[in-house]
């Protein structure tokens, strides 16, 4: 089944706000990550939070992750125009074949300047 | 430092004819290695993987095939492609429990 499904499926926001989406996932992990995709390129890894780990930062980007309700956020401070892009979540499982990488549908932002 | 290369970056060919896309990672060794297809707009399939040079993992019963006949190197394949193999096709390697690095990706339009 199908891990790490992201909502909203789309977002659209002013330049400046803040931007918030949000991941559910299955089974049990090992990690979650979100990855970023401009239109027509491959992904782009943002960051990695491990599943003993709560909230994670990089720069403008703060990520929370919640095991009891297998969910994750990503919240993106104070967006810009460049931040348009898709964004995708994934997980690794913490059990069985760990080689598995299992993406989301993403979430498409456009951050309007 | 890692480098994965993917070619061609685009593709078009007729209905029944056979497919090789071609991935290659430099800088590292015994890769998890990845091929994923993206429709237009939507999520990644995860279509095969690999954790070893001939195993592979099949996700997705379907008209494709992948092999690994080195360690750093993964080959998608198809014998007669079908329209619905049009897509975005994206390769990966990573290293067991860390992040993924992705090639640039195959846009392939059968027609």
């Known amino acids: 089944s199908q891990q790490g499904e992201e909502d909203p499926q789309a977002l659209s926001i002013q330049e400046g706000e803040n931007a918030t989406m949000n991941c559910s996932y299955k089974t049990s992990i090992n990690n979650l990550q979100w990855y970023r995709q401009n239109s027509g390129r491959g992904l782009v890894h943002l960051i990695l939070?491990?599943?003993?780990?709560r909230e994670k930062h990089s720069g403008r980007l703060r990520v929370t992750l919640d095991t009891s309700k297998k969910s994750s956020s990503l919240l993106i401070t104070a967006s810009r125009a460049a931040d348009t892009a898709s964004y995708f979540c994934a997980t690794v499982n913490s059990s069985g074949n760990t080689g598995k990488l299992i993406f989301g549908q993403g979430t498409t932002l456009q951050v309007k300047p | 430092s890692q480098t994965i290369h993917q070619w061609p970056a685009t593709l078009v060919q007729p209905v029944g004819s056979p497919l090789s896309l071609e991935c290659t990672v430099e800088?590292?060794?015994?890769?998890?290695l990845y091929w994923y297809r993206q429709a237009a707009g939507r999520g990644l399939q995860l279509l095969f993987y690999?954790?070893?040079?001939?195993?592979i993992s099949s996700e997705v019963p379907q008209n494709l095939s992948a092999s690994r006949p080195q360690d750093r190197q993964f080959i998608l394949s198809s014998k007669k492609l079908l329209l619905s193999d049009s897509g975005f096709y994206l390769c990966?390697?990573?290293?067991?429990?860390?992040?993924?690095?992705f090639g640039q990706g195959t846009r392939l339009t059968v027609v």
């Open positions: 939070i491990r599943s003993n780990e």
């Open positions: 990966a390697w990573r290293r067991v429990h860390t992040e993924a690095f």
């Open positions: 800088g590292t060794s015994n890769p998890n």
């Open positions: 690999s954790v070893g040079i001939g195993q």
